[in-house]
């Protein structure tokens, strides 16, 4: 199977385009840059802005992967990202004849308080209305996401951490998820993923940041209003219906101090 996946050189985009490379299937990286690191994958190079360069790399493509991301905490920033850059890709791969679209999204996002969560929502609307058969993968965050946050938010030796509780996911078990659903076919809203621990994210941060080798004190900040009420309460980490995953946070940071 020919498969493109857009976000190609992100973090879930990689893992799809090295769990399908490994599967067999004739890959496409699509970024800005058009380079891939992955060995068997051909890079290619699109501006989803404008459309520009879309329709020759969706040419012969049996289905399309979208791990598109926007960073930006703006409602109407990420919407119009998120939403115009689906329309343009939905609208090539209908002129491609693409035949399955697969999308991932975030897990608990309906009706969210969080703006980049609703932005993320009328993302999947619009994947719903796109007229092109799809398949919809929403995952929890990744083991990455608390370094990530702590990189951001470090004030001297303070890492302010938001209180967030959810079932952390390893980025590698997504591209996998990711690729078995290309390999089912098109089937609308796939089972959740989610990690196999609750886990406090500032826990996560202060355990990431041992494992690299970073003196700071994680300082777990309660954010207020509906956003903080949502991460606090373990909303973010589904229902516990779905799709379990295998690695545990505590295995993932073992690995992540055996290669500092």
């Known amino acids: 199977m020919d498969v493109l996946v857009v976000g190609g050189t992100g973090e879930a985009g990689r893992a799809a385009v090295r769990a399908l490379v490994a599967r067999g299937h004739t890959v496409r990286a699509l970024s800005r840059s058009g380079k891939t690191d992955v060995p068997g994958a051909i890079g290619y190079r699109a501006d989803l802005t404008t459309g520009d360069g879309l329709d020759q790399a969706l040419s012969n493509v049996d289905a399309v ?64 209305a796109g007229g092109v058969p799809y398949t919809i993968l929403r995952a929890t965050q990744f083991h990455e996401f608390a370094g990530q946050l702590a990189g951001r938010l470090k004030f001297g030796p303070f890492v302010l951490v938001p209180q967030f509780v ?58 207020p209003g509906k956003v903080g009420a949502m991460m606090r309460s373990g909303h973010a980490g589904g229902d516990g219906v779905g799709r379990e995953s295998h690695l545990t946070f505590d295995e993932w940071v073992r690995g992540e101090s055996a290669r500092a």
């Open 65 to 128: 992967i979208d791990a598109f991301n926007v960073q930006s905490q703006s409602y109407a920033v990420a919407r119009a990202a998120f939403v115009g850059a689906t329309e343009r890709l939905l609208a090539a791969e209908r002129d491609a004849g693409v035949r399955h679209h697969v999308l991932l999204s975030i897990v608990a996002i309906d009706d969210s308080p969080y703006a980049y969560y609703r932005a993320k929502e009328a993302q999947e609307q619009a994947v719903v």
């Open 166 to 223: 959810t079932r952390p996911v390893a980025v590698s078990e997504v591209g996998e998820a990711l690729a078995d659903a290309v390999e089912a076919g098109s089937s609308g809203r796939a089972p959740d993923l989610f990690g196999p621990r609750v886990e406090r994210v500032s826990d996560m941060a202060r355990r990431t940041l041992k494992a690299h080798g970073t003196r700071a004190v994680v300082v777990p900040l309660p954010l």
